[in-house]
Nanobody, 124 residues
Framework: QVQLVESGGGSVQAGGSLRLSCAAS????????RGWFRQAPGKEREFVAG????????AYADSVKGRFTISGDNAKNTVYLKMNSLKPEDTAVYYC?????????????????WGQGTQVTVSS
């Protein structure tokens, strides 16, 4: 059974940093793209960042460019999201996801596997 488990969420003040981790188990995610999404109360789930399995390509939402960095450790089947200069508007539940395919996608429907989410709260 495939599982994606996020960790690293928490509460920080504006300007602070967090690093989220997403560990995958149940299969080897060779040639699977990985993504991070977030969902704030009353809002739709939105793309945050994505990375190809090879790590050769990444993509970011405009709202996080220059502040967030996605990376992966294939040996550990783990993807990370380093978040710097956090803002109150970054407050949301963050989800990691995996999709079969060589490209990065910003569309939630393109992803087959999802984690349970981890809460990130940024106070002003």
């Amino acid at each position: 059974q495939v599982q994606l488990v996020e960790s690293g969420g928490g509460s920080v003040q504006a300007g602070g940093s967090l690093r989220l981790s997403c560990a995958a188990s149940g299969r080897t995610f060779s040639n699977y793209g990985r993504g991070w999404f977030r969902q704030a109360p009353g809002k739709e789930r939105e793309f945050v960042a994505g990375i190809k399995w090879s790590g050769s390509s990444t993509a970011y939402a405009d709202s996080v460019k220059g502040r967030f960095t996605i990376s992966g450790d294939n040996a550990k089947n783990t993807v990370y999201l380093k978040m710097n200069s956090l803002k109150p508007e970054d407050t949301a539940v963050y989800y990691c996801a995996a999709r079969r395919g060589a490209t990065v996608s910003s569309t939630p429907g393109a992803y087959e596997y999802w984690g349970q989410g981890t809460q990130v709260t940024v106070s002003s």
